[in-house]
C-alpha cells in the first residue's frame, strides 16, 4: 500500500491544489496541496529529497506517455542555506542576486527572511524587489545607467545605487540627488584588461571618483568590490576587504559618511573563503570601530543552485566507440554511447555560458550503487538541437548503458538556468514545469504570519511610485492560502482517484 500512496502522491503532486491524501480517516494526510506565491506546491507528512520526489514524478509521467523534462524545488533546503550562511558569515547581510533565478516562490521565500534583501540589475528586477521587499532592501547596479533609469529607482525610492565612472556621478546628481551611492572598484583585473572589468580601478581612479563627487556634493556611502565566481585564491579576499578599508579612510577623510562595504558574490559559504572573509572582517573592520558599518554580499548561485533539480529524458542514443568520446586512443576498442536528451544548451544548459558551470548527470531509476563498475561506459550528452556543435550537454560522462526513454537527473540546477530560451533564440517550446515541495513540519514554520521589515511606504511622503506589472502579485503575500476541494480518507475512494488521474 505504501507504494501505492508513494505513487498517488506523486500524481496528485502533478495535480497541485486539488486533493489531500490520507492514510485513515484520523490521520494526518500524507500528501497536500498548498498555495505559496500563488503557486502550488506540495506538502509532504515527512521530510522527503528531492530523488525520491523526482522518480515518482518520472514514474507517474512514463505511465501517462510525459516525457518532457522538469524541475524539482526542495523548499526546505533553503532554510539550511541560510543557517549555513549565517553561522560562517554572521556580520554579512546577504543581498540575493536576482539575475541567477527569479523563480517565484524561490523569490519569496527570501523576502520572508528580514535580513535578506535583493541586489538588482534592470527595471524590471528592480520592481519585482521593491514589491516583495520594499525600498530598503534593495541594492541598485545597472551595468548601463540612464537618467531614465536613474529617475526610475528614484521615483520606486530605491537609494542605494552602485556607480564606478564620473558620467555615472554626474547623472545621479541630477537624477537623484538623494541617492545613497557605493562605489563599486575591481579588485583582481589589470587595468588593460578594461573591457573585462568590473568597477573602477583601484589605485587611482577609485580615490580620484571619491574626491569628484565630495566636489560634486553627491553622497557616497560605501564600497563594493567583486572577485568573481570560481576563484578561491584566500589572499585576494583578505587583500580586497584591506584595500576597502584604505578606500573607507579616503572617503571619510573627504567627507564622506561610509557605512557601506559590499564583498560582491560569487564565493562559496561554509568553505576557506568564508572563514577568510569573516577574518578580513574582524582584523579590517573590527566591530568596536565600525560597528556602524553595514557589510553585504551579492550571492545568487549559492541559495538557487542546490535547491533545485532537473530531470531530462533519453530521446535518442547512438553507439560509438569511447575514443570518439575521450578523445583518447587509450579508450579505442571500447563500447562508447552518445545520448541525447530533450534538455539543452538553448535552454536550462545555457547556464554552461557562466563561469565555472558543468553540469553532470547520474541515472534517476536505476540502483547506481548496485551496477558494478565495468558495466558503466563513457558517454556524451547532447541537447534536442543537433544543427550546430554548441548544443552539448556534458561532453564526457560515466554511466551505465542508458535506453531510450530512460531518465537522467541533474543536481544544482537552479542557477542561471530558467529563463534562457528567450536570450538564447530559442522560444519556441515551454519551459520545463516546476514541481514544489516542503515536508509538513518545515511548511508549518513557513507559513507562520511573518511580516518583513519594509522601509517607509514611498506613497506616505507623497513620492510617486510606480508599479508595472506588480498589481497581479498583491495577494501573493498570503502565505497560508491553501485550496483543498476534497479529501481521500479509505481505500475505495483512493483507488477511485487513482484510477481517475491515470487516464490519458
Not at 508513494?6 to 492514510?23: L, R
Not at 507517474?60 to 550562511?85: C, H, I, S
Not at 567627507?255 to 562559496?268: A, E, K, N, S, V
Request: charged share 20%.
Amino acid at each position: 500500500m505504501a507504494a501505492v500512496l508513494d505513487c498517488m502522491a506523486c500524481d496528485a503532486f502533478t495535480k497541485a491544489g486539488t486533493y489531500d491524501i490520507s492514510g485513515s480517516r484520523d490521520g494526518p494526510p500524507l500528501i497536500r496541496s498548498e498555495l505559496f506565491a500563488n503557486t502550488p506546491i506540495t506538502v509532504f507528512a515527512d521530510e522527503r529529497e528531492a530523488l525520491s520526489v523526482a522518480r515518482d514524478l518520472a514514474e507517474m509521467k512514463t505511465a501517462q506517455g510525459d516525457n518532457y523534462p522538469f524541475y524539482v524545488m526542495d523548499m526546505g533546503r533553503l532554510e539550511n542555506l541560510m543557517a549555513a550562511w549565517h553561522e560562517h558569515m554572521p556580520r554579512v547581510q546577504p543581498f540575493y542576486s536576482l539575475r541567477c533565478n527569479a523563480d517565484p516562490v524561490l523569490l519569496r521565500l527570501l523576502a520572508e527572511q528580514p535580513d535578506v534583501g535583493f541586489y538588482c540589475t534592470n527595471r524590471v528586477e528592480l520592481n519585482v524587489a521593491v514589491e516583495l521587499a520594499g525600498r530598503e532592501r534593495v541594492l541598485y547596479a545597472n551595468p548601463l545607467w540612464t537618467r531614465g533609469n536613474i529617475r526610475h529607482a528614484c521615483e520606486l525610492g530605491v537609494e542605494m545605487l552602485l556607480f564606478e565612472n564620473s558620467e555615472d556621478l554626474i547623472r545621479m546628481r541630477s537624477s537623484h540627488p538623494n541617492a545613497s551611492l557605493v562605489l563599486r572598484v575591481c579588485m583582481n583585473a589589470p587595468v588593460s584588461e578594461e573591457s573585462m572589468r568590473v568597477g573602477c580601478e583601484l589605485t587611482e581612479e577609485a580615490p580620484e571618483l571619491l574626491s569628484v563627487a565630495a566636489n560634486l556634493g553627491v553622497k557616497v556611502v560605501g564600497i563594493s568590490f567583486s572577485i568573481g565566481a570560481g576563484v578561491c585564491s584566500l589572499g585576494i579576499y583578505a587583500y580586497a576587504v584591506a584595500q576597502a578599508r584604505r578606500l573607507f579612510g579616503v572617503g571619510t577623510a573627504l567627507g564622506h559618511d561610509m557605512c557601506i562595504l559590499d564583498i560582491g558574490g560569487g564565493f562559496p559559504c561554509g568553505s576557506p573563503v568564508a572563514a577568510s572573509i569573516s577574518a578580513s572582517l574582524d582584523e579590517y573592520f573590527p566591530e568596536s570601530s565600525f560597528g556602524h558599518v553595514r557589510v553585504v554580499a551579492e550571492p545568487g548561485r549559492y541559495f538557487a543552485a542546490s535547491v533545485f533539480s532537473l530531470v531530462t529524458n533519453i530521446i535518442d542514443k547512438r553507439a560509438v566507440d569511447a575514443s570518439f568520446v575521450t578523445n583518447d586512443a587509450f579508450d579505442s576498442g571500447s563500447a562508447g554511447f552518445v545520448y541525447q536528451t530533450n534538455e539543452g544548451f538553448y535552454g536550462s544548459f545555457g547556464c554552461r555560458l557562466t563561469a565555472h558551470c558543468e553540469p553532470r548527470c547520474r541515472p534517476l531509476l536505476d540502483c547506481v550503487h548496485n551496477i558494478p563498475a565495468d558495466e558503466y561506459t563513457y558517454a556524451t550528452i547532447l541537447g534536442p538541437t543537433l544543427s550546430d556543435n554548441v548544443d552539448i550537454v556534458q561532453p564526457v560522462a560515466r554511466l551505465p548503458r542508458m535506453q531510450v526513454g530512460e531518465w537522467l537527473l541533474w543536481d544544482d540546477m537552479g542557477a542561471y538556468s530558467m529563463g534562457n530560451r528567450e536570450t538564447l533564440g530559442e522560444d519556441s517550446s515551454p519551459s520545463p514545469t516546476v514541481y514544489y515541495f516542503v515536508g509538513n513540519e518545515r511548511w508549518q514554520q513557513m507559513s507562520r504570519p511573518c511580516t518583513p521589515e519594509r522601509g517607509p511606504d514611498p506613497e506616505a511622503d507623497g513620492t510617486s511610485r510606480k508599479r508595472e506589472g506588480t498589481e497581479a502579485e498583491t495577494d501573493s503575500r498570503s502565505l497560508g492560502s491553501t485550496e483543498s476541494e476534497c479529501a481521500i480518507t479509505d481505500d475505495e475512494h483512493f483507488w477511485l482517484v487513482l484510477e481517475h488521474w491515470l487516464q490519458p
